[in-house]
Structures are given as structure tokens and as C-alpha cells.
């Protein structure tokens, strides 16, 4: 039984993710404890708890403490089982991060496993579905993880109403050295992204206007362009079960997002996702700061590789210290000469 306390670090849902999918993975009991203690409302929320009701069909577990606001948890894993699993979070919680806990449990079946899920694609605290699908998904592609995810129809807060389908077919998970930009030989010196490489987004709303993504689309546009970068961003509008908004930008393994909210202008949703990746492609880092503590788990998958990032967040210390209670992996950190830190095994 591996003994996990919940309020180390940054504390909060991250920790009963990463735990309870290794838990999965390696078939070892886990207690944890303090869960989410420092929150304003401690315990699990409904995300946290499909997340785990999920993973506890998926492997058969014995579950203790499941339910809403419980600050212990005990799960015990068997086999995990392929198949077909449809999850409603019941709320505008956030289908990436209820991924985030399963795609690790998921790439290690034996079999094929097809999740449904409904929830919130666009919310708070949490990575956008673009972001995981177009930042995330492809470095987890070069290492092994075979997976393909699909938007049917975002969900905002607060009714939700988003539906993914994950598809995750069993995958062998290797590491990846990701301490160059991109396409970037071994050999040459590592310089800033080139002002001319394309951004790459898309700007999203439900049920307001028209103008609403392309303004959003346009201050982007204009504050990367001030800077020399060129991008090109599509603009999408639905008529979706919640109203809101979004952008999300990226280039390589960077991004940038925002979310609209009542009474913040459109402008300024576009302008902070544009202040957002601009200071990740400002750097040489390989990886942005939000991707450095997702890669993390499945490093400890495989045992090895690296990747270089401009600040190590709370976020990925804890999920460092997470990882190494239940592999036999030690991560490193070393600061640069350049002031980037390299996250290796």
C-alpha cells in the first residue's frame, strides 16, 4: 500500500490524478489523504470523482472514500479492461484534466479503450481540448502513446454539455529528448523561434455573436504581429447547451489561451493568449511551462528522457514527486548557463 498525502505541493487535484492512474498502471494500492486540504472546499469534486469512478471500472478497483467533499481515498486496482466507457461528470468540469488521469491506465491495457465523456472542453484551471490535442497529443504520439481525440461539441461553464470521444489503442511509451526547438539538428546551436514560424489557433464561442471569435481572432492577431510573428487563426461558433468563449494558440510544443468571461472585453481574451505564448516562444525551452508537468508521468513510463523548459512550476514538482512514490525512476533538475532548467532521467 503506497501511502499518499494530498496537500504536499501544489496540493490540489493533480495529485489524486496522477496517483490513482499509476495506481492503475503498476496494480498498487493507494491511500490518499488531505485531499485537496488547503482548497477553500477540500475533498474530491465531481471531475475528481468520475475521474476515479472511471478508473475503478476500468481496473476492477475496490474504491473506499468515494464521494463528494471526501478529503481520504483508498483504491485497489486489478487488471485494467479494454473496452467502451461513457463518463458524464454531470457538471462543467473538465474533460482534459478527467483525461489527464485516465490515458496513462488506458495506453497500458491490453486491449483498445474508447471513452465518451461529457463535461466542460473550455474551462477554468484547466488545459483547453486544443491545447491537449494540438500541444499535448503530439509529443505523447512521438512516445509511443497512440491516441485520437475528438471534439463532437464544447461544453462552458457552468452547464457543460462538451462531448469527447477518446480513442486509446494499447501503446508501448518510450522515452524523447526535447531539448531543441523542433526540427532543430543536435549539433547546431539552439536559437529563438524564428519571428516568421506560424502560430497556428482557433477562436471559439457559443451562443453569442459572430463578432465576438473575430475580435478575439483579431486582437491576437495584431499583438502577435507587433512582435513579428505570423499566425493563422480559424474562428468557430456554435450554438452549444452553455454560453462562452475561448482562444487557443500554439507552435510546436507551446501554446497560449484564454477564456472569455461576461464583462471582459473580446479583445482582451485574443490579447492574453497572444502574452501568453509570446513569452514561451521568447525562450529556446523545447517545451512550454504548462506541457513541462503534463510530459512528466509518462517519462516515469518509460524511464527515461528529457526536455528543457523556462521555470519549473508547482505544478511539475509535484507531479515529479508523485511519479517517483510509485517507479523506480529518479527525475533531475539542472538549471543552464542559458537560465532554462533541463527536467531529465
Known amino acids: 500500500m503506497i501511502t499518499i498525502d494530498g496537500s504536499y505541493g501544489e496540493g490540489g487535484g493533480q495529485i489524486i490524478r496522477t496517483a490513482v492512474a499509476l495506481s492503475a498502471v503498476t ?3 493507494i491511500t490518499i489523504y488531505n485531499i485537496r486540504s488547503a482548497r477553500p472546499r477540500p475533498g474530491l469534486k465531481p471531475q475528481h470523482l468520475m475521474a476515479v469512478k472511471t478508473a475503478a471500472k476500468m481496473t476492477g478497483a475496490q474504491v473506499e472514500g468515494l464521494k463528494i467533499s471526501s478529503t481520504e481515498l483508498t483504491f485497489k486496482p486489478k487488471d485494467i479492461i479494454g473496452g467502451h466507457y461513457v463518463v458524464d461528470i454531470g457538471t462543467a468540469g473538465s474533460i482534459t484534466l478527467l483525461l489527464q488521469c485516465l490515458m496513462p491506465a488506458a495506453a497500458t491495457s491490453k486491449e483498445h479503450i474508447t471513452l465518451d465523456i461529457t463535461g466542460g472542453t473550455d474551462v477554468a484551471w484547466s488545459p483547453p481540448v486544443d491545447y491537449m490535442s494540438h500541444v499535448l497529443l503530439p509529443v505523447l504520439t512521438s512516445m509511443g502513446l497512440k491516441c485520437n481525440i475528438k471534439v463532437n461539441q464544447r461544453g462552458y461553464y457552468p452547464k457543460g454539455g462538451g462531448q469527447v470521444r477518446a480513442e486509446i489503442a494499447p501503446s508501448f511509451i518510450i522515452g524523447v529528448e526535447l531539448e531543441q526547438e523542433p526540427g532543430q539538428e543536435q549539433e547546431q546551436k539552439v536559437e529563438p523561434k524564428k519571428k516568421h514560424d506560424t502560430i497556428t489557433g482557433i477562436s471559439h464561442s457559443s451562443n453569442l455573436p459572430e463578432h465576438v471569435t473575430r475580435r478575439q481572432a483579431d486582437s491576437a492577431l495584431a499583438v502577435l504581429g507587433a512582435v513579428g510573428y505570423g499566425a ?17 494558440l500554439w507552435c510546436g510544443h507551446m501554446g497560449g489561451s484564454a477564456l472569455g468571461k461576461r464583462g471582459l472585453p473580446a479583445e482582451k481574451v485574443g490579447q492574453a493568449a497572444a502574452d501568453e505564448i509570446i513569452a514561451e516562444l521568447g525562450s529556446v525551452a523545447a517545451v512550454d511551462v504548462h506541457l513541462a508537468d503534463q510530459l512528466i508521468p509518462y517519462m516515469g513510463l518509460a524511464g527515461s528522457g528529457s526536455f528543457t523548459v523556462r521555470e519549473v512550476s508547482e505544478h511539475t514538482s509535484t507531479n515529479i514527486w508523485v511519479v517517483e512514490q510509485f517507479l523506480d525512476v529518479k527525475f533531475g533538475i539542472k538549471k543552464q548557463n542559458d537560465g532554462l532548467f ?4
Open 27 to 29: 496494480r498498487e494500492d
Open 232 to 248: 493563422s487563426i480559424d474562428t468557430e461558433n456554435f450554438r452549444c447547451l452553455s454560453t462562452g468563449s475561448g482562444i487557443t
Open 342 to 345: 533541463r527536467i531529465y532521467i
